[in-house]
């Protein structure tokens, strides 16, 4: 184990900015302990994998503590995982909604990663699908396929895995993608980037609109996927996920009382250039719910087709 204290110069909410990484309830990657005292997550770095404990002292220092080859890659970036880059005192709210957020959170930030695979297979397998859908499809990927979280047996929480890399999704059979619950079109993408992973990690070195464009060269990456992995991996403050089921809506009641759709949101939004994602991440963690008038859309199931 290494171990590594910071304290952030900044108010700091340490659930809220990591709580993004999160695939669903269950994700093997994660884990928050019930008492709330200390978040574990694993992930993959080029120096191999790594497994992260975090927690907060009552005088505001961070503790990390690493195990496995990418533990001090990853200690080293303890700062900017939880936003040291990042810049909120630019942004200006223009909705009373969004000042009072911002207003009530201001440890909200927006971390980075640095680390593009461990943020692309799970966007791609949340594209076009329910959440449900894609954190089962995430799960059966890394139990079956990845490794366990390096760590102590003793203490590092039971059942943790390392997202699976590259080399592991590549020799994933098909028949085990049909059973993981992933159709042919998100398992060519996903393949499509194993093939490639090296080269998609200089997206975090180019960041905003460049890296995103770096990631949608790739067939199956395209302005949603790209979004979701550069506000993880990089932080981006301005990469809004345009063409998602929910968020145009919500954004759309909250902020004007009606439903928008993507042309309707990128001009309410409009205003918060280069910081529109943060506006979005603002409406999301306000508590605010739309109001619902019908049946909730139902998750298929690969496996049975």
Do not use: N
Not at 195 to 221: D, M, N, Q
Request: aromatic share 8%.
């Amino acid at each position: 184990m290494i171990e590594r204290e910071w304290l952030p110069p900044y108010p700091l909410d340490l659930p809220g900015v990591l709580l993004p990484l999160r695939r669903g309830r269950g994700d093997p990657t994660w884990r928050s302990m019930a008492d709330g005292h200390a978040i574990w997550r694993t992930s993959t770095t080029p120096d191999g994998p790594a497994t992260l404990r975090l927690h907060r002292r009552g005088d505001g220092t961070v503790v990390a503590a690493g195990w496995g080859p990418g533990a001090q890659w990853e200690l080293e970036g303890l700062p900017a995982l939880l936003g040291v880059d990042d810049r909120p005192e630019d942004f200006r709210a223009h909705h009373p909604l969004i000042v009072d957020a911002a207003r009530r959170m201001p440890g909200m930030r927006l971390g980075a990663t640095r680390r593009v695979w461990d943020q692309l297979v799970p966007a791609v397998l949340e594209q076009k699908v329910t959440g449900t859908e894609a954190h089962r499809s995430w799960r059966e990927l890394c139990r079956r396929f990845a490794d366990p979280a390096p760590g102590p047996a003793e203490l590092v929480p039971k059942g943790m895995r390392v997202p699976p890399t590259p080399a592991q999704i590549r020799d994933v059979p098909d028949w085990e993608w049909h059973k993981a619950g992933v159709d042919s079109a998100r398992r060519r993408a996903i393949l499509a980037c194993a093939a490639v992973a090296h080269r998609l990690e200089k997206a975090v070195e180019l960041r905003g609109e460049e890296g995103r464009i770096l990631l949608r060269r790739i067939p199956g990456i395209g302005v949603w996927t790209a979004a979701e992995i550069a506000q993880r991996a990089w932080g981006d403050p301005d990469a809004v996920s345009f063409g998602d089921f929910h968020i145009p809506t919500v954004v759309g009641w909250a902020l004007v009382g009606r439903p928008l759709d993507d042309a309707g949101m990128l001009a309410e939004l409009a205003p918060y250039v280069p910081q529109r994602h943060r506006a979005v991440r603002y409406v999301e963690a306000s508590g605010f719910r739309r109001p619902r008038f019908g049946p909730r859309f139902s998750a298929r199931d690969y496996r049975a087709m």
